[in-house]
């Protein structure tokens, strides 16, 4: 029997969004998978369905001793290496390392070096580098953390580090029957008694907090909202607190503006799905909550706000939509990121709820300035976002679809996709030109500087020499953070150099080489790449041409 | 510091209301009139601190009435959720009160050890972990003042030869057997992770795991 083992050292958010790529490998190999993650996780981890085992390594009682002068520092490593014990001591047919950090890296090297295991994702090798199982290991790790237009979904993305695809069918959470039972009878009577005033009520649950401070919907625009929701006969509001002194403080606030006449769920994680199960529809900023919704089909209004990329763990559920501000506006990093208020007001999510309900009011309703509605779509690659309402963002939809293509176009021999081509083409036909020029002029200068580097170490021998090869790479490495397409390619060539082995340097050298050549490749899908969509373009121009010419002569032939 | 508490007298005296009273070195552990309506009103004073904590570790047993009074509201505020440990230097009083604290409940005593013994013993490391809140018995902690302040200053010496010995697990004590033992551990991964480029064998991944969780902090609690 297949024994699958995915390690994730990150927090509860990724932990749930494991769930896709849990039920695509029980679909396909029906073998026995268990996860590894942080103890204080454990909760969370719980609600994942088709698990065999949850392995934990206890971080909080490590820190704790190692921290601490009181306790000698032999047993923070007594007790990590017991929980490392107990998974190292099974068997693996296949190890995934799903975290784009250190610790996991070196947890997936522990565990695969006894039988020579072949590991997904990162490791370290004998020689103490990283390495990566395939591109989209490096896609994974280097691309889609740093890079504004996120090429591919996080889901999509684990999905071909493995190359397996996304099964949607079957079920991916645990819930608990007595917690159903109960959340089913609070909310359904709160349906009943609404239905005695003659209202087909829809329930909106709305999640307070977040785990940071800028992602939080502020306290004033989640009044303006409850307000808004609470003028509607058929909208019934209710408050979605975690069992914390913090959340339920936060609820109290918030309740007492309207004389505590809302009604408050409070449910740990294990009654969570419950709660979401039996509601309408969420509204949430970027948290936990709203993978476990998605999980569970329930849709949802994601209000999005804060630096990081706001479309690498969108919702998957077509149903669903993401409220943001302007995103060719938004710093998506955050050392460049200055905390201030969303623009996003009450009014507009109470406008994206009512899209939910009635999808064809997106184009409709009016948004505040700067804010667009952006829904999730599928073609065969997987996931894709497309803005459907509130502000136009061309620059930015244009770079978020290009970049997708270009990124498989890197990836997979002789991908081109005619389908997308026509759909870009006729979508962006006035707007792509300047653009895509744009893109072509980055392109090919720093091709220039590529072949300075490729030039320069290959005469390596004068100090001069050497001086231009490492001005050149730095002016390449120097692209990583511009967020044009050629910056898809320098990460993923960043993670190459980034990872050398500096005990050896001829070794080393010829490395450097191998992926300087390897970027030059890459930069040639790119050219290739533009070119198809130019080609499209023009095809689509002259096509509204002769129908512009036909429809001329009909006109003239009429008259 | 490792030397033990030295009683230079000690006498079992009766309250005016009938309870056993421990007077050690001149010194009344309990209140010579009314040492159950004390112990009620030390936990009182100290109800705030135990609704928001349901581990303590208590400094001094004496003859336990305050322990009787904690668990009592201990049970009240946190179910039956609740552990408590006793630090205790002197052992008499652990002999002569075991009728009292035979009764109770998610309750360990650590009698007479020594600070190092303490530091050493994993029952006590893994309660501590559990970042009790501290209750000091007034009276219990002035007998025993320097005991219990060298408790809390505690400072581990984390040299190989002065730790090595409390490993459990035998694979990593015949590990740890081939390492320079003058090295403190952090000297040792040190020496592993940043001097030494290629892995040789399961222990290194090991010990870069280690020297990468350590440079961790750890996480806001998140919400649920």
Known sequence: MNNTLIINLK???????????????????????????????????????????IYTIDRKSFLALKKNALFHDIFSLENLFLDLEEVRTQRWNQIINTSNDRVSSYVSSLLGYSDQKVIDGTYFDKSNCVSFSSKWARVLNDVLPCYKYSPTNHVDCLHYLIENLREKEGQKINSSPQHNTIAFENINRIRENESKMGNKIKIIGLQLKSSSLEKDIPFNTLIQLIDLILNNPI??????????????????????????????????????????????????????????????????????????????????????????????????????????????TGNDIYNAIKCVFEPRLDESLTFSSNISLYRSNEDKLGVYYHRTGGQKDDEFNLALLVSRYITFKMIIPGYKDEDFLSKVANEFKYSIKDWLNIEKNILLDTAKTLLSAIRHLTTQGSENSYEEFTYSLDQLLSGCENNNLVSIALLIFRSYIENLNTSNARDNAEKVEVSLYDLKKSFQKISLGIREIEEAVEKIRKNDLVMGREKTSLLDSRL | MSTRFKITSYEIKESKTGEKVPVVNGIHLHSIYNPIKEAENFIEENKGLLKENSNILVLGLGFGYHIKELIKQLKELHNNQFELCIIEPIHQLVNDSQELYNSFENTKILAELTIEELYSD?????????????????????????????????????????????????????????????????????????????????????????????????PKEELR
């Open chain 1, 235 to 344: 909208y019934f509001p209710i408050l979605l607190i975690a069992p914390t002194n913090e959340e339920r403080e936060f609820g109290n606030k918030i309740n007492k503006y309207f004389d505590n006449a809302l009604v408050s769920v409070e449910s740990d994680f294990k009654a969570l799905p419950s709660v979401l199960l039996n509601i309408d529809l969420l509204v949430t900023p970027d948290t936990v909550i709203k993978h476990l919704a998605d999980l569970l089909d329930t849709p949802l209004v994601e209000v999005s706000t804060g630096w990081a990329p706001f479309l690498k763990q969108g919702t998957l559920n077509p149903n669903s939509v993401i409220l943001t501000e302007r995103p060719s506006k938004r710093i998506f990093n955050q050392s460049d990121y200055e905390d201030s208020d969303t623009s996003i």
């Open chain 1, 11 to 53: 927090r509860n958010g990724d932990i749930l969004s494991l769930a896709h790529l849990i039920n695509s490998i029980h679909a396909t190999s029906k073998g026995q998978i268990s996860i590894l993650i942080f103890e204080e996780f454990k909760s969370v981890a719980k609600l994942l369905k088709k698990v065999t085992k």
């Open chain 2, 122 to 218: 994993r029952t006590f490391i893994n309660f501590l972990v559990t970042k009790p809140a501290l209750l000091a018995h007034p009276s219990s902690f002035n007998l025993s003042k320097s005991y219990f302040t060298n408790l809390l200053k505690y400072k581990s010496d984390n040299k190989l030869d002065k730790t090595r010995y409390l490993l459990q697990n035998p694979i990593l004590k015949n590990i740890f057997n081939d390492y320079p033992q003058e090295l403190s551990l952090d000297e040792l991964v040190e020496n592993k992770c940043n001097n030494k480029r290629s892995i040789e064998g399961e222990i290194d991944y090991i010990f870069h795991i280690y020297n990468e969780l350590s440079k961790q902090v750890g």
